[in-house]
């Protein structure tokens, strides 16, 4: 893959890691709940309509998760239009470090909680920064 596909495929997945962030912010408004709550219920299969966002504690929940994963979506978006351009290798250590830490927590937590599909969903995420970073920085020397 190009340096410059890289760099936008990198800033399109960090994109949507700012769209999921926004949208569990979302969750926490009861009227812009719906598609939080359809989530949730997902997760939780079947789909039967018992899970919903209007817990306190779920809202809480929803905002902090939405405030990190916002955040988190751009750094990444920092790390790869800033960064990568001029230190890949770097950016690529700190982007899959990242992406790794993150992939095993939550999935663990996911199990943990009884939401393996979570886990499993994950998966797609976790390819959206792995694919282009599959294999290391080629240089001019390689």
Do not use: C
């Amino acid at each position: 893959m190009s340096h410059e596909k890289t760099v936008s495929w990198l800033k399109t997945a960090s994109g949507v890691v700012i769209a999921f962030g926004l949208l569990m912010l979302l969750g926490t408004i009861a009227a812009m709940s719906a598609p939080v709550t359809l989530l949730l219920d997902l997760i939780f299969w079947p789909i039967d309509g018992q899970q919903t966002a209007t817990a306190p504690e779920t809202r809480l929940i929803l905002a902090i998760s939405g405030g990190i994963l916002t955040g988190w979506g751009l750094l990444l978006w920092q790390i790869s239009s800033r960064l990568y351009p001029q230190d890949p290798a770097l950016a690529r250590s700190l982007i899959l470090t990242s992406i790794g830490v993150w992939f095993v927590l939550d999935g663990l937590g996911s199990i943990l909680a009884g939401a393996p599909l979570n886990a499993v969903l994950n998966i797609g995420f976790l390819l959206l920064f792995f694919v282009p970073l599959w294999r290391p920085v080629r240089t001019a020397n390689t």
